[in-house]
């Protein structure tokens, strides 16, 4: 069994209202990465909400595979979100997809990349690669999870990656990474991008 983790607790400090929430193309952002999650092969998807939670969580689909988790800690940083998503895994689960709520690019041949080269014995953290860039999803093995929670304030689990760089394998899966959204630049160049593609 593969989960997915979805990090949308965040307050949207700099952009000033929730980016979970910003129409792209008649869809919220979350939407959108919920949508990547669903259309790949993950067996559970948590959505981790905090900052306007009752606001977000009216745009997560109602879906077998789809369950909320609440952290009532979202404020001292995404670590605390990262453990939230853990802890609400099945406990089956083998493996987890970290996937971020701002990242509406993202695309389920990714996921399902980072899933394909775990099963065939990648190591215990797969990252995508898009033209040699590391970028999400990133996927953890199980027996990493206790390392993970132990995390503390908002770096997420970068630095988790930086220092087990030998158990780290990527996956090329072509194209360009997908951006984040934290300023109201970031969301023009999201709309722009989104209506470029839907216009060929």
């Given at each position: 069994?593969?989960?997915?983790?979805?990090?949308?607790?965040?307050?949207?400090?700099?952009?000033?209202?929730?980016?979970?929430?910003?129409?792209?193309?008649?869809?919220?952002?979350?939407?959108?990465?919920?949508?990547?999650?669903?259309?790949?092969?993950?067996?559970?998807?948590?959505?981790?909400?905090?900052?306007?939670?009752?606001?977000?969580?009216?745009?997560?689909?109602?879906?077998?595979?789809?369950?909320?988790?609440?952290?009532?800690?979202?404020?001292?940083?995404?670590?605390?979100?990262?453990?939230?998503?853990?802890?609400?895994?099945?406990?089956?689960?083998?493996?987890?997809?970290?996937?971020?709520?701002?990242?509406?690019?993202?695309?389920?041949?990714?996921?399902?990349?980072?899933?394909?080269?775990?099963?065939?014995?990648?190591?215990?953290?797969?990252?995508?690669?898009?033209?040699?860039?590391?970028?999400?999803?990133?996927?953890?093995?199980?027996?990493?999870?206790?390392?993970?929670?132990?995390?503390?304030?908002?770096?997420?689990?970068?630095?988790?990656?930086?220092?087990?760089?030998?158990?780290r394998s990527h996956v090329e899966v072509g194209g360009e990474p997908p951006d984040d959204i934290d300023t109201e630049a970031d969301y023009r160049r999201a709309v722009a991008r989104q209506e470029s593609t839907a216009n060929g």
């Amino acid at each position: 069994m593969i989960s997915g983790i979805v990090l949308a607790a965040g307050t949207s400090s700099r952009l000033g209202r929730p980016k979970q929430l910003l129409d792209l193309g008649g869809r919220p952002v979350l939407r959108w990465v919920l949508d990547a999650a669903l259309a790949a092969s993950l067996d559970e998807i948590v959505v981790v909400l905090g900052h306007d939670a009752d606001e977000i969580r009216a745009a997560v689909p109602i879906h077998q595979r789809v369950r909320v988790a609440l952290n009532p800690d979202y404020l001292e940083g995404q670590s605390t979100s990262l453990r939230t998503g853990l802890r609400a895994l099945d406990d089956g689960s083998e493996a987890a997809v970290v996937l971020l709520a701002d990242q509406p690019g993202i695309r389920a041949d990714a996921v399902d990349g980072v899933i394909g080269a775990w099963r065939k014995g990648a190591g215990p953290i797969v990252q995508a690669s898009y033209g040699g860039k590391p970028a999400h999803p990133t996927l953890f093995s199980r027996e990493l999870w206790p390392e993970l929670e132990a995390l503390t304030g908002d770096e997420g689990a970068r630095s988790f990656i930086a220092a087990h760089g030998r158990r780290r394998s990527h996956v090329e899966v072509g194209g360009e990474p997908p951006d984040d959204i934290d300023t109201e630049a970031d969301y023009r160049r999201a709309v722009a991008r989104q209506e470029s593609t839907a216009n060929g």
